[in-house]
């Protein structure tokens, strides 16, 4: 699976911007992604995760409210809407998880990762 994040750039507080990820080559679709993201000089951490079949989407409580994760056909999403300045973070894809969508190295595959950077 090779995976491609775009999406990113610089927002006000308050803002939105939308991610995105597409999948290639892949023998099927029924994997779980995900959304994680990592502040300069923290870990990688948790954002978002959704099923192959885009049912129960999960969210870090920090992010609640405020994103949204999708997955229609090859390509996911994540909608972030009132950003704040502590959502700065280089964001990453991932797919195909192996147990819990928390930990990083539970998760196969990812992708790049795009800046997102949300001035105050």
């Known amino acids: 699976v090779q995976l491609q994040a775009s999406g990113g750039g610089l927002v006000q507080a308050g803002g939105s911007l939308r991610l995105s990820c597409a999948s290639s080559?892949?023998?099927?679709?029924?994997?779980?992604m995900a959304w994680f993201r990592q502040a300069p000089g923290k870990e990688r951490e948790f954002v978002a995760g959704i099923s192959w079949s885009g049912d129960n989407p999960i969210y870090a409580d920090s992010v609640k409210g405020r994103f949204t994760i999708s997955r229609p056909r090859n390509t996911l999403y994540l909608q972030m809407n009132s950003l704040k300045p502590e959502d700065t973070a280089v964001y990453y894809c991932?797919?195909?998880?192996?147990?819990?969508?928390?930990?990083?190295?539970?998760?196969?595959?990812w992708g790049q990762g795009t800046q997102v950077t949300v001035s105050s």
């Open positions: 080559g892949s023998t099927g679709s029924r994997y779980s």
């Open positions: 991932a797919a195909q998880r192996t147990g819990s969508y928390y930990y990083t190295a539970n998760w196969g595959y």
